[in-house]
């Protein structure tokens, strides 16, 4: 390819022309891109992403007989909902458990922005358990049902 020269536009699109009829093999990477982009438009109907519904962390801690002024929780509560299926966790600073409902047995992966942190399998019940949270945003990713559900993204520490 000769450098292009302002003032030399017939032989650009001269080589244009060429470039056109005949472009040669696509290259291998772009066709496999090009199919693993065409199997995520139906994302939005494979996936479903719960929304946070809950976090006892924005709630304040009530005062009274039950809990004096000033404590802390020793275990922080949240709910995802997307739809018919929920998520309900506990956490604390040893683990995390939870259910999902309705329940049908399945797989619970936790996952940070650098990869997967826990794997875990969820009973007839719905409940499964995770190792103690790590610092930064999770998501859990269930698999039960032939459905799979994540969650939004949270910090749980």
Not at 101 to 120: F, W
Not at 130 to 155: C, D, E, I, K
């Amino acid at each position: 390819m000769q450098p292009w020269l302002p003032n030399a536009d017939d032989s650009l699109l001269a080589e244009l022309g060429a470039a056109l009829r005949d472009p040669g093999p696509v290259p291998e990477e772009f066709l496999t891109a090009a199919l693993a982009a065409f199997a995520w438009r139906t994302v939005d109907t494979d996936l479903a992403i719960a929304e946070l519904i809950f976090d006892s962390a924005c709630d304040p801690a009530p005062a009274g007989p039950v809990r004096a002024a000033g404590t802390t929780r020793s275990a922080r509560t949240l709910a995802f909902r997307s739809g018919p299926v929920s998520v309900e966790l506990e956490v604390t600073g040893t683990g995390i458990v939870g259910q999902l409902t309705p329940a049908n047995g399945g797989r619970i992966t936790a996952r940070t922005p650098d990869g997967r942190y826990d794997e875990a399998p969820i009973d007839q019940v719905g409940f499964f358990s995770l190792g103690p949270p790590p610092a930064g945003p999770v998501q859990l990713h269930a698999r039960t049902g032939g459905r799979t559900l994540a969650t939004a993204w949270v910090s749980l520490r």
